[in-house]
């Protein structure tokens, strides 16, 4: 089952068997691997793809390399033609193979959020571009080296999709002491209005009925009477 565990393992070990002579094409089989588990657990099928497009390349320019070269030895008088012939098509088809491979580390570091992948790829093309002139070829040991650094920096769990123009606030947290059983909170209720307490003299009471009224009415409040 692909997971990203996997791809860091398998990519780690794959980067690493790349410096080791006669088994460096293993290794660029486990990050083969290693790239399909990433893009199948992004849901990002272009980062295999790219990958596999340029192992294809890759091993193409191989082949026309080693053709070119006994080709080359064989027809003695055309050995400087066919030296510049190897040396052209090594170059022509490792740059194509550089682009596809950055593509696919392109789209790693997003999905992963890693930017050494992005940096791997970046270091590949470059090397690629100037091997003509040998420097490349320190540029592309360093891409190596980013490349084992990616694999081995990569997060068991995928980061979470980032939307262009959001941003996620910060969780908000219950101050703990609201919480604490031992300091129940109950609501406060506003206090009433006290009731203005009236003296006995200032009510009076009918002749007629006894009802107690106001001392400045005319007339009962429950009889109509005169007062």
Same mark, same amino acid.
């Given at each position: 089952? #692909? ?5 860091? %393992? ?8 790349? $410096? ?15 790239l399909k588990d990433i893009s199948d ?15 294809? =390349?890759?091993?193409? !320019? ?5 053709? +070119? ?19 052209a098509a090594f170059w022509v088809l ?14 790693? #570091?997003?999905? +992963? ?8 790829? +970046?270091?590949?093309?470059?090397? /690629?571009? %100037? *091997?003509?002139?040998?420097? !490349? $070829? ?13 694999? $081995? ?8 999709? /980032? ?22 909170? *109950? ?7 006290? =009731?203005?307490v009236q003296s006995s003299s200032e009510?009076?009471? &009918?002749?007629? &009925?006894? =009802?107690?009224?106001?001392? =400045? ?5 429950? &009889?109509? /009477?005169?007062?």
């Amino acid at each position: 089952m #692909a997971s990203l565990s996997n791809a860091k %393992t398998l990519g780690g070990i794959g980067g690493i068997l790349v $410096f080791i002579p006669g088994v460096s094409l293993v290794g660029w089989i486990l990050i083969l691997i290693a790239l399909k588990d990433i893009s199948d657990v992004v849901q990002d099928k272009s980062i295999f793809d790219n990958a596999l497009l340029a192992g294809i =390349t890759a091993i193409i !320019g191989s082949v026309v390399l080693f053709v +070119l070269f006994f080709f080359s030895l064989a027809a003695f008088r055309f050995l400087s033609l066919g030296f510049f012939g190897v040396l052209a098509a090594f170059w022509v088809l490792s740059i194509i193979s550089a682009i596809f491979l950055k593509n696919s580390y392109d789209r790693a #570091a997003q999905k +992963l959020n890693n930017s050494s992948f992005g940096t791997a790829g +970046l270091l590949y093309l470059v090397g /690629a571009l %100037t *091997t003509i002139v040998l420097v !490349g $070829f320190l540029i592309l040991f360093i891409a190596l080296i980013f490349q084992i650094v990616a694999y $081995f920096s990569i997060q068991d769990q995928p980061p979470p999709p /980032a939307y262009p123009g959001f941003q996620a606030s910060p969780p908000t947290y219950p101050n703990p002491q609201s919480l604490s059983p031992s300091t129940p909170q *109950t609501p406060q209720l506003p206090a009433p209005a006290p =009731t203005p307490v009236q003296s006995s003299s200032e009510f009076k009471f &009918c002749h007629k &009925c006894g =009802t107690r009224m106001p001392m =400045t009415a005319d007339y009962c409040t429950n &009889c109509g /009477a005169k007062q």
